[in-house]
């Protein structure tokens, strides 16, 4: 047994420093932090794949430290999985931030790396093609960093560069769900090759958040997944109260479990439906729109808003329930399983819906884990991996429900294990009815100006995409010193490229969809 | 006047109102309708993006592949009409020698089976 | 000329402009019936503001069109691409030339009726390669493209489907074809061939689930992508033309036409096509497109063959109806 299947962190940090003499490790909130020199990292992060099994690497990132003179770069690895985690952390000179690239050991460091010297202006030597990938060629500077500030030349217009391309498929396309853009070359209508291009709709949330009160950033983080808004409530505030150490109250995580099933049945019926609008299927869109404004009525009783909530405060809710909620909900899980046989009547047994998504799009589980890929896309590959069952937060130990998985990971199996999941969900929802009290408080006691110690903490939940995570510094002051958030979307989008090539064009958007990516989650 | 000369005056003359008709609706639109031309206007669609490299390109051969063997097959299929319209008239041997026939394309769209050309690359 | 021969074109006129305001009306018609059927089938209710029961929507919409801009991207082969859908309605126009609602209502009694249908709808085929190549925009060609090997695809198939009933019927004039059913729709002794030519058709006038041309969700609107105003009405027209001509010729060739019982014959025609249509838009509803590979291979692997076969079954049949002594 390696040491980190112990969970022990004394065996852990035992274990590293026989391997690393010297090396730096701490605990914080739970998770394993080790301090790397640049010129050890590699070795380091090798050491935690290879002998420990943190084969995914959640999410790469940076902090800028002026004051210190330097750069934090962030690698957070997950085992997949059977979860475990750890944190590996580099200092970096702010002169002449330099890191080897880790693009030959996980697949998603490419973009996550173009991300942090795209953000952070750091080089990754051996990256195979380091370039911006959020704001453009030509933009001035590295937002993320302190000193940083909005330059005259912004207000210029992106600058095309000269390529050799074929056929461009969006950004304004029916099909790219958001704004997206391939470039795709083609040879009649086989896909060579084939570049997506992002950041179309990069509102530099990361940076805007930094000058945001802990309270203040609720709403902005509605808008990174905007079909899965309670959720992304969920990671920010999870992280916050474990920053600052509050406790929710029972009540509260109750209905927060309730919202959050609610949002992954409406988020999976868009999915769904666009899904079939997508391989020419016009009608069942419109069914799973017809219940996904129930649960918008749903939505609406507990919070006033249908789309996005803003329900969540830190430490616990911003409203209760109305009482005319619970006659309501258990009406809804009574219809819900007769829609949902409905909507595979329409697709599932399809012959045409069958040969448009069998086989097409295959991607392994081995391939998905190495590229940061997470929620149904990677479960769809045969990977019972749900952070929901791998590192349990808020109730959901305390449910019965089954982690659905796929086993050959093609489009068909993507879409199947949404539906299944939906199915899921249902089974939670009523669990959690039924056991949620009826009185008590849903927010616990916070002070109105927030001052969380000095700190780092990590967050993470299942969103219907997949692994959405809060990284936030505090250095004690009012607003957060770096805020980072992992998005699904962002990792599996990275790996299309290679699910399509040699694929036809309708392949193109028959895999895109299967993957559900949302654009504002991408690009932040 | 035989009824086929008949027949096929009606028919250019149906010819003829149809193309009026077309033109008319056209003409008409052109009347009623608003023309303010701009360059962004009148540049071609690409996802909102100018659009790069070649667009009337050579196009793949496969599909030509397929335009042959329609050609072919159509050809061949022209030539059963006149046997089917007298099918009913003719004796046994025509119907033999047209099986011989059908056998003969069922033979030629299996070899065309086998060389791949039926597969869309 | 002979003397006879201005009554013959003045007559011809008249027909042919009643037939024309015919087809004007049944196809706003069937535009309106197609969004009512999909809206009851898609769980929402469909146009019902303009005129009654929303009856008038596309009048309105078609007045609409009339008005709208007229683009000519600055690119295209103009010649062409004001060409392309002249062609493609005046194809679709044809079919009606020669579809009987009676016994002496035709506008043309043509001798080869049925092989002039065949010639026509492939003269579609040439308009849409047009407007895909003349747009000069990448997803028009894509989608004249996939309109062209559709089409090739699918006519084998649709013309040797046609010949089982040119064999039993002894004729290719449409108004014979039908005179011959009154011993028996021609649908039950050629069940296969019904089905070869109503799937063949469909794929020749691009209606879903063959709609692979104009295949929004990846072509955006394929080889109609640049079009706009009337000159995309008429693309427009000559899709919903074609549902008609379709229909109104399957009734014609396998349903026995205008033959039935105590109704006027064109009623009998209307009926039947309009059960056709029907099952189309019931067929758009619920379908999905398949893959241009696929569709390709469905065609000359599958319905190529099976036709061929219902040649063989027809002749047989002819012979297994002498032998009874019915024909």
Redesign the interface.
């Known amino acids: 047994m390696t040491p980190a299947a112990t969970r022990d962190a004394g065996a852990k940090r035992e274990a590293l420093a026989g391997a690393f003499p010297g090396l730096a490790a701490a605990e914080e909130h739970g998770v394993l932090v080790v301090d790397a020199p640049p010129g050890q990292a590699q070795d380091v992060l090798g050491y935690l794949k290879e002998a420990w099994g943190l084969n995914q690497l959640t999410d790469l990132t940076a902090v800028d430290y002026p004051e210190r003179r330097s750069f934090a770069v962030v690698y957070r690895l997950s085992r997949v999985p059977e979860y475990d985690t750890a944190v590996v952390k580099v200092s970096l000179p702010r002169a002449h931030p330099e890191l080897p690239s880790a693009a030959g050991r996980w697949a998603n460091a490419d973009w996550l790396e173009r991300e942090v010297f795209d953000l952070f202006g750091v080089n990754f030597p051996g990256h195979p093609h380091l370039r911006r990938i959020l704001t453009w060629e030509g933009f001035p500077g590295h937002p993320l960093r302190k000193d940083w500030e909005v330059a005259a030349e912004l207000s210029e217009g992106i600058e095309e560069r000269e390529e050799e391309l074929t056929i461009n498929v969006g950004p304004q396309h029916p099909s790219t769900h958001g704004v997206f853009r391939f470039k795709v070359r083609l040879d009649g209508e086989t896909i060579v090759e084939l570049d997506p291009v992002i950041g179309y709709v990069h509102r530099g949330m990361e940076k805007l958040l930094e000058s945001r009160a802990w309270h203040q950033i609720i709403p902005y983080t509605d808008r990174f997944d905007y079909l899965a808004s309670m959720f992304n409530n969920q990671a920010y505030v999870m992280a916050v109260e474990r920053l600052a150490g509050i406790e929710v109250p029972e009540r509260a995580e109750y209905l927060r479990v309730i919202a959050c099933e609610l949002n992954r049945i409406a988020s999976h019926l868009v999915a769904i439906g666009a899904y079939g609008l997508d391989v020419g299927a016009l009608t069942p869109i419109l069914y799973t729109f017809r219940e996904r404004e129930k649960i918008y009525d749903l939505m609406e009783m507990l919070c006033g808003a249908r789309m996005l909530y803003s329900y969540f405060r830190i430490g616990g809710l911003g409203y209760d329930v109305p009482e005319a909620f619970w006659d309501r909900l258990p009406a809804f899980l009574a219809e819900m399983p007769r829609r949902i046989d409905e909507y595979e009547e329409l697709l599932t047994g399809n012959e045409i819906f069958l040969a448009r998504t069998r086989g097409v799009g295959v991607l392994t589980g081995g391939h998905a884990i190495d590229h940061g890929v997470t929620g149904p896309n990677l479960r769809a590959s045969g990977v019972p991996y749900d952070l929901r069952r791998a590192d349990p937060y808020s109730l959901y130990s305390a449910f019965d429900f089954e982690v659905v998985t796929g086993e050959r990971g093609d489009s068909y199996e993507r879409y199947l294990v949404r539906v299944r999941e939906m199915r899921e969900s249902l089974k939670i929802l009523e669990q959690a009815a039924r056991a949620c009290p009826r009185e008590g408080p849903v927010l616990a006691k916070v002070p109105k100006i927030l001052k969380p110690p000095p700190g780092e903490v990590y967050a993470h939940v299942e969103s219907p995409r997949g692994e959405v995570g809060c990284y936030l510094v505090s250095d004690g002051r009012p607003q957060p010193y770096r805020f980072r958030w992992r998005s699904p979307s962002f990792n599996h989008l990275s790996v299309l490229r290679e699910l399509v090539k040699g694929a036809k064009v309708a392949d193109l958007i028959a895999v895109f969809g299967s993957i559900d990516v949302i654009g504002a989650e991408v690009d932040r | 006047m035989t009824p086929d000369a008949v027949a096929y005056v009606r028919l250019g003359v149906f010819m003829f109102w149809t193309v009026l008709f077309t033109l008319a609706a056209l003409v008409m639109a052109r009347l009623l309708r608003r023309n303010r031309p701009n360059p962004v206007k009148l540049s071609t669609y690409e996802s909102g993006l100018v659009t790069r490299g070649e667009t009337w390109v050579r196009f793949k051969t496969s599909y030509y592949l397929y335009a042959l063997a329609f050609v072919i097959f159509d050809l061949e299929t022209l030539f059963l009409y006149p046997w089917a319209v007298a099918f009913r008239r003719l004796g046994g041997f025509a119907a033999w020698e047209a099986l011989l026939f059908v056998v003969t394309l069922l033979l030629g769209l299996g070899y065309a089976w086998r060389e791949g050309a039926l597969e869309w690359k | 000329m002979?003397a006879?021969?201005p009554r013959?074109?003045l007559y011809?006129?008249l027909?042919?402009?009643v037939?024309?305001g015919l087809v004007s009306g049944i196809v706003l018609f069937l535009v309106y019936l197609e969004r009512r059927v999909?809206g009851r089938?898609?769980?929402?209710i469909g146009p019902n503001r303009v005129g009654p029961w929303g009856l008038l929507q596309t009048t309105a919409d078609a007045l609409k069109?009339?008005?709208?801009?007229?683009?000519?991207?600055?690119?295209a082969d103009r010649i062409l691409f004001v060409l392309a859908?002249?062609v493609v309605?005046?194809g679709a126009?044809?079919a009606f030339?020669v579809v009987p609602a009676g016994p002496r209502l035709v506008?043309?009694?043509?001798?080869v009726g049925v092989?002039f249908v065949v010639g026509m709808g492939s003269l579609a085929m040439l308009g849409y390669l047009m407007a895909g190549?003349a747009?000069?925009?990448?997803?028009s060609?894509?989608g004249g493209?996939?309109a062209?090997?559709q089409l090739?695809?699918y006519?084998?198939p649709l013309?040797?489907a046609l010949?089982g009933v040119?064999?039993l019927s002894?004729?290719?004039a449409a108004t014979r074809i039908v005179e011959v059913q009154r011993h028996g729709w021609f649908i039950l002794l050629q069940p296969l061939g019904f089905f070869i030519y109503f799937t063949a058709g469909l794929a020749e006038i691009n209606r879903?689930?063959f709609?692979l041309p104009e295949?929004?969700?990846?072509?955006?609107g394929g080889y109609h992508?640049?079009y706009s105003?009337?000159?995309w009405?008429?693309f427009f027209l000559a899709e919903y033309a074609g549902v008609f001509s379709l229909s109104a010729l399957a009734a014609t060739l396998y349903l026995g036409g205008w033959l039935g019982p105590w109704l006027p014959g064109p009623v009998w025609l209307l009926l039947k096509t309009f059960a056709l249509v029907f099952a189309i838009i019931w067929l758009?509803?619920?379908?999905?497109?398949?893959?241009?590979?696929?569709l390709?291979?469905f065609s000359?692997?599958f319905l190529?063959?099976l036709s061929?076969v219902n040649?063989?079954f027809t002749?047989a049949e002819?012979?297994f109806l002498r032998w009874l002594g019915v024909?």
């Open positions: 002979p006879g021969w013959v074109i011809a006129s027909a042919s402009l037939v024309l999909l089938l898609q769980a929402r069109l009339l008005t709208k801009e007229d683009i000519v991207p600055a690119e859908p002249l309605f005046f126009a044809m030339a506008l043309v009694d043509l001798g092989l190549w747009s000069h925009s990448k997803y060609l894509l493209m996939r062209v090997a090739v695809s006519e084998l013309t040797l010949l040119v064999i002894g004729s290719l879903s689930p709609d295949g929004e969700s990846e072509l955006v992508t640049e105003g009337m000159r009405a008429l758009r509803g619920t379908w999905l497109r398949p893959r241009l590979d696929q390709l291979s000359w692997k190529l063959p061929l040649l063989a002749a002819v012979y024909a």
